[in-house]
């Protein structure tokens, strides 16, 4: 426990435990450093802290949708990027079909986050059927390409200058969340062999964000074996078990499903709300003071914010306070929980600031920062 400049006090009329037995006709607001695990205030408003009627400057909770986005590329370094800074690089990429030459990343480890269609990828280490819903962990260096069966769109998130690792589990156990012997890997079969030949396959390798081609005049994805401990990964969000308790709302920390130095990924599972009376049912609102928020909406009804579907990302940078939506706030509050969140997100907290790129800013939904309001919500 590192030695923060703090320690529990009680001021006013508070509840003791957080995120449960709010004081009549309040609303709460954590607030937190080092993405809640530092020190945290939970505080009790009288009135929900997103109540802005106006706001002026860069600063702001930003929507972009990704699915209106419909040009597709033949290779991953084509798509756009959506968001990025030194330690993480967010692409969405539609392929156009199947991949004519291999590329390699040069420059961190890809995760590759399955948002449409079907694919058979092809890599150093083998075969690996994908679908959506997989996330695909690519280590640095490794050569790949994909052959899609189907309309195929992913998010690829890279740990620039990092690994992606999992997360520690500890209270709830290594075999929480998933199982790593849940975790499949390549394998050289026979679809493996039957794509190696003395074609030419030319490979693109990014590597300080500028591109190099090397030309072999046989499939370099030519192994016949391998042993060892690094390797591509793959895991699907149906395979995540999600931590919840039916009487505290659990912060998005206990969703972490990889991590790099600078970033972690978590994944939104469909889960059952809370049901203790006590409870809340939903996010608090937060102010989540060290981090920038990238959430990815992938399917299903994101239950604590209106207008949103698949495919839409929401962007929340440190500085502000955010939290539900009016009418999921209201309905929260009505609500006896128990019922299931039926949702799937990718969310990417980072602790250095996003900046916007433009396969983001081209489809930017400009009214996100109003959606908090009553009247303009019933509007749209
Ligand atoms: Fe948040």
Redesign the pocket.
Known sequence: MKNWVTFPRVEGNSSRQAHAKLPEGTYERELGKEGFFGPATQMHHSHPPTGWIKWEGPLKPRAFDLAADKRAQSSPWDAGKVVSNGHVQVRFWRADGAMDHLVRNGDGDELMFVHEGEADLYCDFGHLAIRDGDYVMIPRGTMWRVEPKAAFSALLIEASNNSFRLPEKGLVGRHAIFDPAMLDVPRIDDAFRAQQGEKTWRVVIKRRGAFSTVTYPFNPLDAVGWHGDLTVVRINWRDIRPLMSHRFHLP?SAHTTFMANRFVVCTFVPRPAESDPDALKL?FF?S?DDYD?FLFYHRGKFFSRDNIHPGMVTL?PCGFT?GPHPKALAMAMKSAGGQMLDEVAVMIDTRDALDVDDAAAAHEWTGYVDSWQPKKEAAE
């Open positions: 998005p996010p937060h989540n928020e929340h955010h």
